[in-house]
């Protein structure tokens, strides 16, 4: 299984049958929002240690063995509810789905909550009024409330780029964005430093 930032597609798709299950779960017991945060500080534990990673995914790993210190790192220090998915997909090979788990996770959660992820890349800060216009956009779109994740890159030369999780929507919703770049973009460009600002469905 990939070890990277980055899961595949089909890892996401595995790990959502033990996402939906925890989710479930925690939720029943009040827990949806610890369980979310703990996830997020598990996927920064992930990427930021290769050796954490790779014990959990290394086929070389015994499955006893790698419940064992599961249970020595985690035990008391991690939702209960959380440690036991983890338990329940080592015995299944699955452990090395972690990271996927986190993102599963994160899709039901906002799912569940009626929020959308969006991911927006632009060459400099956002302005509160056009991170407000893209809330306001987004949100017409697919009825959902907006999560917006900013990043700066100074390479985008006054560009802007927009990504909505696509797991969750078909393509009409791209072609709508896409339809609507210019009106969102004629606004956008007396807030931004730039003359030319556009919109890109991420792939």
């Known amino acids: 299984m990939s070890n990277s930032a980055e899961s595949s597609n089909q890892e996401i798709a595995i790990a959502r049958v033990y996402a939906q299950a925890l989710l479930a779960l925690a939720e029943s017991q009040g827990q949806g929002d610890a369980v979310l945060e703990e996830l997020a500080s598990m996927a920064v534990e992930l990427d930021s240690d290769p050796a954490f990673a790779n014990f959990l995914s290394s086929p070389l790993v015994d499955t006893q063995e790698r419940r064992q210190s599961l249970d020595r790192m985690f035990k008391g220090r991690m939702n209960e509810t959380l440690l036991d998915t983890l338990q329940v997909m080592n015995s299944k090979g699955r452990s090395g789905l972690a990271r996927a788990l986190v993102e599963a996770y994160s899709r039901e959660y906002e799912e569940l909550r009626g929020q959308v992820s969006v991911a927006v890349q632009s060459a400099v800060p956002l302005t509160d009024s056009l991170r407000q216009e893209l809330r306001q956009v987004v949100s017409s779109l697919t009825g959902k409330t907006p999560q917006l994740k900013e990043s700066v890159d100074p390479e985008l030369l006054g560009g802007l780029v927009l990504q909505v999780a696509d797991s969750r929507f ?34």
Do not use: C, M, N, W
Not at 176 to 203: H, V
């Open 170 to 203: 078909d393509t009409s919703v791209f072609k709508e964005i896409k339809g609507l770049r210019q009106q969102l973009l004629d606004r956008a460009s007396q807030e931004i430093q730039s003359g030319k600002t556009y919109f890109e469905e991420a792939s």
